[in-house]
């Protein structure tokens, strides 16, 4: 099926440089299932596709309380490369998935392993208010691994 084609053409794409082949990236990687995601995710990084920004963000929106959280090692990728394309565009989504809720909210905190690398790329973007203050937050965070996000990039 078109699932097994998918991961000879990304390989292929991937090594001709160019605008053009970007945006073939952004369009499988709108369409294909999630585990295929993955294997594509690197090449945002990889290639600085800032154009791919908005399409990431779909994937660490807050998960409302009766939802079913998406992919943790996905949404773990999408942290990661937009920390890697440092755009500000990101900060908003990221700080809402670094923080922890309250129960008062409609929405779930999502596991430490994407807060802490959704804490990690507020420390790659460049610095404003808001970002500054969500990582002063996060340096008392209950979590240790969102804690140890804000150390490492101190150091």
């Known amino acids: 099926g078109p699932v097994d084609v998918i991961p000879p053409i990304v390989n292929v794409i991937k090594q001709i440089p160019g605008q053009e082949v970007d945006t073939v990236l952004l369009e499988i990687f709108d369409r294909t299932a999630e585990k295929m995601k993955e294997d594509i995710i690197p090449l945002f990084a990889e290639r600085k596709i800032l154009a791919g920004v908005p399409l990431l963000l779909e994937y660490i929106k807050p998960t409302k309380i009766w939802e079913t959280e998406k992919s943790i090692s996905l949404q773990q990728d999408v942290c990661r490369t937009l920390g890697v394309l440092r755009s500000l565009d990101a900060a908003e ?5 670094a923080q922890a809720f309250k129960l008062s909210t409609k929405h779930k905190t999502k596991p430490d392993s994407i807060r802490a690398a959704a ?11 808001d970002i500054e203050k969500a990582l002063a937050k996060q340096k008392n965070d209950k979590s240790h691994q969102v804690r140890k996000a804000v150390e490492l990039a101190e150091v």
Do not use: E, F, G, K
């Not at 989504?93 to 998935?97: E, G, K, V």
């Open 93 to 97: 989504a990221l700080i809402t998935a």
């Open 119 to 129: 804490t990690w790329a507020l420390t790659q973007l460049p610095r404003n208010r």
